[in-house]
């Protein structure tokens, strides 16, 4: 698995960041395959001010950050460990959201 940071142009000189997956993966939410992630992040083209400097050099920390915490998430799902996010999820509200989504099952007498 493989997560990348790419840059889509925006306008007024803008590119918003994105993380690209290859292969792609499997949305927990929607149960469909995604190869990209919007991160709604955006960085300047040519920064004029040091102002845009600094949030351009902010902004690509947090985006480098991000990435690197989904590649680790997907390394240890590749190998049979439990996502950090699923370890501090409530079995009660799991279960429940699973029940919803087997809406044609009677789970919920």
């Given at each position: ?33 995604t190869a990209y992630e919007n991160l709604k992040l955006f960085v300047y083209d040519h ?63």
């Amino acid at each position: 698995m493989k997560v990348t940071i790419g840059k889509h142009a925006l306008t007024k000189g803008r590119h918003r960041l994105f993380l690209d997956y290859y292969p792609p993966i499997v949305n927990p939410k929607t149960n469909k395959q995604t190869a990209y992630e919007n991160l709604k992040l955006f960085v300047y083209d040519h920064p004029a001010t040091s102002g845009e400097r600094n949030h351009n050099r902010t902004t690509m920390e947090l985006a480098t950050t991000i990435c690197a915490s989904r590649q680790l998430e997907l390394q240890a799902q590749k190998h049979g460990m439990s996502p950090s996010f699923r370890k501090h999820e409530s079995f009660i509200a799991y279960f429940r959201k699973l029940a919803d989504q087997q809406r044609g099952l009677n789970w919920h007498n």
